[in-house]
Nanobody
Framework: QVQLVESGGGLVQAGGSLRLSCAAS????????MGWFRQAPGKEREFVAG????????YYSDSVKGRFTISRDNAQNTVFLQMNSMKREDTAVYYC?????????????????WGQGTQVTVSS
């Protein structure tokens, strides 16, 4: 079992920045990949970014590439999502999730454990 707790969400103006954190517990953090997803009202949950267990490889959706950065600190069992140049369409509940097995990064079905989510709202 893995427990995930997100934090750092809130209200930000368009063009601003936020940094999300996700603290993990329950298994050896450096053994598995991590992903960030988001879900806007009335829409399906979508992949935002992923990072390999060592942190050496990162993956991004086209909609956030160049604006968001995923990173991790294996000593602190935490994964981060730095969000810059934010847009109104970034408004959503953001979730972190674990990818314990060798699967593709983008589908939600590749992930095993999920956090409770943190709301991010971007105002114009």
């Amino acid at each position: 079992q893995v427990q995930l707790v997100e934090s750092g969400g809130g209200l930000v103006q368009a063009g601003g920045s936020l940094r999300l954190s996700c603290a993990a517990s329950g298994r050896t953090f450096s053994d598995y990949g991590m992903g960030w997803f988001r879900q806007a009202p009335g829409k399906e949950r979508e992949f935002v970014a992923g990072i390999s267990a060592s942190g050496s490889n990162q993956y991004y959706s086209d909609s956030v590439k160049g604006r968001f950065t995923i990173s991790r600190d294996n000593a602190q069992n935490t994964v981060f999502l730095q969000m810059n140049s934010m847009k109104r369409e970034d408004t959503a509940v953001y979730y972190c999730a674990t990818k314990l097995h060798f699967r593709t990064w983008f589908p939600t079905s590749s992930y095993d454990y999920w956090g409770q989510g943190t709301q991010v709202t971007v105002s114009s």
